[in-house]
């Protein structure tokens, strides 16, 4: 029997920037993914958004079926995407491929963090969006404890994901001042790692300062954006020479007459950077290993007699002993305390059925 998991999306090795900017703008939208979860292909559901890829992990009976289901659907909302461009990975080869990429072995910057990060943050919204089920905490919680793993086997490895690309390509360059144009997550992780590099000068820029350093770009040998916006917005001032990346998905960067461009998918077709063999054996055999635990977990049955005994426990104690230790308090004070902890055994055994289900 095939591991309830399908892993179904677009990624930089098969897809260009603007692609995968479509797919992240209509990933947590309630369509399709309502519908295939009431008619019961899909029980859960987390979807991946970064500048690499957008892809739906996402759990059920028929896996395979329901991946293809999912991305039917997703090629009827966005007709001008290649269906073939969808990958759709089902049963132990879904779970091998997202341990991979939660360990860095599927970016181009071989080994990065952040990914993992993203992955992490993904299975939190699904959460907080009410659309995760037993199975996909199973699967975060092995995806956790598998990063953390990764972070003691190659303390050493590149986790600067795309920051790392930009650096490579300024390197080409030889630029002495740099400007970095937004100061979200990404242009402060950008300002990070290009401020450790010997002999640059880097200065972080705004939105809303972007009319001075408009003035000032003169002074600058390259530009580095990394704003968020929907669509291209920014327009630079004509240049006889200067660099301009556009780190941005989908692309920011409306017009630079004069200026060499480098785009994202031109940082992502670049050499990858290549983990050492002994880096790389060592999170291989973690994935490996990873992934024969997780699908043995997925094939094992819920636990129903352990989930009775919990119970049990949980009213003995609640009804025998806690009482005697509440005795020494006053009426209000006990009562308190007995709502506080009824509520924590409450809520603990709801998370150990629903992680078990």
Known sequence: MSPPLAVVGVSWRSSSTLVRSQFASIAHEIEPLASLRAAGYVTGAACITTCS???WIITGEQPEWAGNLLRSALSSRLPEVMPESVQ???GAAAIHYLLRVAVG????AEGEGAVGRQVLKAFEQARREGVSDGRLHRVWRHVERLIHQRRDAVPASRSLGVQALVREALRDHSPKTVAILGRGEFGLA???????VSGWTVS???RQSLPTLLETIAAYDAVVVCTGAA???LELPARHRGLCIDAGSPPQVRAAPGWTSIGLDALLARPELQLSEGERERLEELVEHATSSLTSELHAPAPASMLAALDAERSSFLNEQLPALLS???PKEARRVRQAVGAFTHRLLLRTREASS
């Open 53 to 55: 890829r957008t892809e």
């Open 88 to 90: 759709v990975r089902a």
């Open 105 to 108: 072995l599927d970016s181009v």
């Open 190 to 196: 950008m300002e990070r790692s290009l401020a450790a």
């Open 204 to 206: 972080s820029w705004s």
């Open 231 to 233: 669509s291209a917005w």
């Open 328 to 330: 020494s308090l006053s």
